[in-house]
């Protein structure tokens, strides 16, 4: 079954940055399109950005852009999220998710990571 | 970008039906039949219900429709059950490979 893994909680300084990665499993890598999305304690979701996996072409919400950076290593079928420059308002959880197409970028995400808690704090 | 314009809070009694609004412009709703549902409990990941505009993925009961009109789009869900109780959260394309969340809707069962 298709399942998406991220890695655990971080506790980073104003200013630092920040890697999260997302295992995929299940499926072609290939194939689909990742997705990041932010969650802020009790806030709406918000798109960050997403990679194709199969061409590595990425797409960044203005929101972030300039500090965010989507990457992917094809072997370990894992996609990367760095986001620089932390600041407090980044304390959220960060979920990783498939689009629901071959190779199509809807942000029709069926299968969720179990997302990753990034704390920004002094 | 901006977030889409949804009701903060929605509620219905068990059977009835409630409807979601879900407001835009004509650079994202308004300009593109690719419009996503998600349904999201407290503490877990957002679920997909919808999918442009009305599709509904394999699982998802035919309890929970879409439309649109114009800049708005909506969800509705009928026969209301308690498990209903989660807050919903529209998506659109805004173009130029972006994409944009509302703000969620927390829709209570009474």
């Known amino acids: 079954q298709v399942q998406l893994i991220q890695s655990g909680p971080e506790v980073k300084k104003p200013g630092a940055s920040v890697k999260v990665s997302c295992e995929a499993s299940?499926?072609?890598?290939?194939?689909?399109?990742i997705h990041w999305v932010r969650q802020a304690p009790g806030q709406r979701l918000q798109w960050m950005g997403c990679?194709?996996?199969?061409?590595?072409?990425?797409y960044y919400s203005q929101t972030f852009q300039g500090r965010i950076t989507i990457t992917m290593d094809t072997s370990a079928s894992t996609v990367y999220l760095e986001l620089d420059s932390l600041r407090s308002e980044d304390t959220a959880i960060f979920y990783c998710?498939?689009?629901?197409?071959?190779?199509?970028?809807?942000?029709?995400?069926?299968?969720w990571g179990q997302g990753s808690l990034i704390t920004v704090s002094s | 970008q901006s977030a889409l314009t949804q009701p903060p809070s929605a509620s219905g009694s068990p059977g009835q039906s409630v409807t979601i609004s879900c407001t835009g412009t004509?650079?994202?709703?308004?300009?593109?039949?690719?419009v996503s549902w998600y349904q999201q409990h407290p503490g877990k990941a957002p679920k997909l219900i919808i999918t442009e505009v009305k599709k509904r993925p394999s699982g998802v009961p035919n309890r929970f429709s879409g439309s649109k009109s114009g800049v708005t789009a909506s969800l509705t869900v009928s026969g209301l059950q308690v498990d209903d109780e989660a807050t919903y959260y529209c998506a659109s394309y805004a173009a130029k490979n972006s994409w944009v969340f509302g703000g969620g809707t927390k829709l209570t069962v009474l």
């Open positions: 299940g499926y072609n890598f290939g194939s689909y399109v």
């Open positions: 998710a498939r689009d629901q197409k071959i190779l199509v970028a809807r942000l029709e995400l069926q299968y």
């Open positions: 004509r650079g994202d709703v308004g300009g593109y039949d690719f």
């Open positions: 990679i194709n996996a199969g061409n590595g072409n990425t």
